[in-house]
C-alpha cells in the first residue's frame, strides 16, 4: 500500500512558541491531504482539508489563523501550530488521498504527538 | 451531518473466541466504509475496505460486512488472539470523497 510519513513523530514545546508538523507521500502524489487531530481515548476528528496549490478548507471550529497549513507541493503536506498551547496538546494525523489505489482512498500517517509545556 | 456510533466502546474477551464488533451510521449515502486498527500511541493500519456496492471483505480471520440501506456494518473477528488487542475504528467516506467520518472506537481487550 502508499506510504504516509510524519516528522516529528513526537515534539514537545513551550506554551507560546510554534511547531511545525511534515507529513510526506512517499510512494505517491497526494492531491489532497487531511489532517486530523485525536485527543486521548477519543477518536479522530477532521481538522482541514488541503489541495495541492490552493488554500485549506478548515472544519466549523478549527481556527485556520492558528493552524496553519501549506500544501506545496503533491508529496508534502505542512501543518504549523502558531502560538502553541496546552490545550492544542493532542495527537496529529495527516493522510493522503491519490490517484491510485481505491478511488477515494486515504492513506494515514504514523502521527505526531504534541505536547506543549 | 454523517455521525458514526460504535457498540461496544470496550470489549475484554478471553483467547480463542469469537467476536463481532459494531458500526452504525446516520446517512448511508456512503462511497464506502473503511475498519482501522489503531495500537496505543500508534497510527491507523487499513484492515479492510467495503466499497458501497460491496456486502463483505475477508482477510484472514476478519470478516466485515456492509448493509447500507440500514446504515449498519459489522466486524467479525475469529479465534481471537492476545495480538489483536487494540482499538477498532470504523470510518465512512461520503459520495464527494472528501470526508472520512470516525466511529468513536472499540477498544479490545484479548486476554491469554
Known sequence: GAVVSQHP????CKSGTSVKIECRSLDFQATTM????????????????SNEGSKATYEQG???????????????????????HPEDSSFYICSGQGTGGFKYEQYFGPGTRLTVT | ???????????S??????????????????????WFRQDPGKGLTSLLLIQSSQREQTSGRLNASLDKSSGRSTLYIAASQPGDSATYLCAVMNNAG??????GGTRLMVKP
Not at chain 2, 451531518?1 to 470489549?11: C, D, G, N, R
Not at chain 2, 474477551?13 to 473503511?34: H, M
Request: hydrophobic share 45%; net charge negative; proline share 4%.
Open chain 2, 98 to 103: 472528501n470526508m472520512l467520518t470516525f466511529g
Open chain 2, 1 to 11: 451531518k454523517q455521525e458514526v456510533t460504535q457498540i461496544p466502546a470496550a470489549l
Open chain 1, 9 to 12: 513523530s513526537w515534539v514537545i
Open chain 1, 62 to 84: 478549527v481556527e485556520k489563523d492558528k493552524f496553519l497549513i501549506n500544501h506545496a507541493s503533491l508529496t508534502l503536506s505542512t501543518l504549523t501550530v502558531t502560538s502553541a
Open chain 2, 13 to 34: 474477551v478471553p483467547e480463542g473466541e469469537n467476536l463481532v464488533l459494531n458500526c452504525s451510521f446516520t446517512d448511508s449515502a456512503i462511497y464506502n466504509l473503511q
Open chain 1, 34 to 49: 487531511f489532517w486530523y487531530r485525536q485527543f486521548p481515548k477519543q477518536s479522530l476528528m477532521l481538522m482541514a482539508t
